[in-house]
């Protein structure tokens, strides 16, 4: 996304803002190299806000199941998505 549409997208919806922050966070990490450089920012900021949003959502509309404290829960999911997004791709030895 460019820096007008990221603009254009905070003023006329706040509801993007939090997720420009994320991108904006990973587009940092990027350039640090503790994601893949093959990664695409919009592709793991759009897949870290949608697994978050997924265990929110359940949490608000599954109410009679038992689920582990939200923080808990979030923190996980966020965890693991970074330590696997972190990682470069694994080479597999071609089979014989």
């Not at 990221?6 to 994601?35: H, K, N, V, W």
Request: proline fraction near 6%.
């Amino acid at each position: 996304l460019s820096l007008r549409r990221q603009r254009q997208m905070c003023i006329r919806d706040s509801i993007y803002t939090p997720y420009l922050l994320l991108r904006a966070q990973i587009e940092t990490a990027l350039r640090r190299g503790l994601f893949d450089p093959a990664s695409d920012a919009d592709l793991v900021a759009q897949a870290i806000w949608g697994a978050v949003h997924g265990v929110l959502t359940l949490h608000n509309d599954c109410l009679d199941f038992s689920f582990r404290p939200l923080r808990l829960l979030a923190g996980l999911v966020v965890d693991t998505m970074i330590d696997g997004l972190a990682r470069p791709p694994r080479t597999r030895k071609a089979r014989p």
